[in-house]
């Protein structure tokens, strides 16, 4: 949601400028130039054209301005543009009322494709002035590359790191990396793990976990067998570790998955209410798409595997909704746990399962495990549907 107050209480900088009116016919070029400045910015937000402020930032609106584009009309604008390698920029027009006015806002979606410039000079239907093949606008503070120039080499440099991830953190970088899923490969060497082909520096290795734990777990559910062994995953660039994760290899050593994280619902209870969950915006979750999408047997799931996995298994945005929705849920624990406790048949069907790879004795076929692992997984597949709108 765009913050107007906040914008208009802000001098114009590197997010966000101020425009009396709509661009001309005549100005055309200044309107190609402004939003390419805007998308050629080193930062990583969008960034916004207020249209109907003064330069003292009073709101004068542009209800009665016949020059006004829509989004359509602004898009198709843009992409009748001649742009190198058909990077064309998003942008989204909202009308706000304000002050008794209505004012225009291009929004300019961040991107990586940068720098945006045109391959072929163009010049726009009764506009003042070209644009040139090669010309880049970049925006720095509050001021961008003049029409009959192109940005500085530093400038330029800048744009280029931000579209290879060279100017994020390392941990960043993994993540750009590991969502370019055909360039890297499994190995089995004198180690085993992956590695980036295109750059070698990001490589993942794999190592036994010698810890003492469960060996099936809630997520293991639904597969044909529900034995799985735990790794970990280091992840190195170059010669340091970055980060390590737990791995596992289930359903008969079939496939492998990150070792999800475990929440729950209503943590002040004596009866927790736990779900296995994964942050899309996190490091472990970009190494989980990666393996969903390598295509390698023994590595990746099958179609049916991969359903199975994923209903038990809660996907979050981020923190803030993981928060949001326990937040939510913790109010309806009594008719959530009615809902998510397993049934005998479930149990028993459990336990039969469970019985093809453990003894009687093993750890895993004792009834308070059973029972936990049911229920995690029945409270995953309930808030899997929750977020999908379905009612309580």
Sequence with gaps: MIDINNLLATPEDEYHDFKAQWY????????IKDIFSFVNTA?????????GIDDNHKVIGIENDENRLNTQQLT???????IANSHTPKVVVQSIQLDKHTIDVIVI???????????????????????????IFARENDTNTPISDSASDYLV??????????????KEQYKVKLSDFQHWEYFELDNVGFRHTMNPDFCMYLEEDKDNRYKSESYTLGQVRLDMSWNK????????????????????VRFMTVVPNLGSINPMANDL??????LADSLDYAVEKLILNMNKVAITPDYGSKIQLLSRIVIFNDYNQLKQVTSELNQHYDDIKKKCTPTKEQLELCR?????????????????HIEIMCEESNVGQFINKYLKNDHL
């Excluded at 001309?24 to 309107?31: C, F, G, I, V």
């Excluded at 170059?238 to 008969?252: A, H, K, P, Q, Y």
């Design 24 to 31: 001309t016919p005549y100005d055309k070029a200044e309107l």
């Design 43 to 51: 930062h990583h937000k969008d960034c916004y054209l207020l249209i």
């Design 76 to 82: 198709d604008f843009l992409h009748s543009l001649p």
């Design 109 to 135: 979606k961040e991107t990586t494709d940068v720098p945006v410039y045109l391959d072929e000079d163009k010049h726009p239907k009764q506009a003042k002035r070209p644009i040139h093949a090669g010309q």
């Design 157 to 170: 440099e800048r744009l280029w790191k931000k579209r290879f991830g060279e100017d994020l953190s390392i």
């Design 233 to 252: 995953l280091l992840l190195k660039y170059r010669n340091s570790t970055i980060d390590e994760f737990l791995v596992v290899f289930m359903d008969g």
């Design 273 to 278: 209410l736990t779900f296995q969950y994964y």
């Design 352 to 368: 039969g399962a469970l019985s093809m790879d453990f003894k009687k004795s093993d750890p895993e076929m004792q009834e308070g």
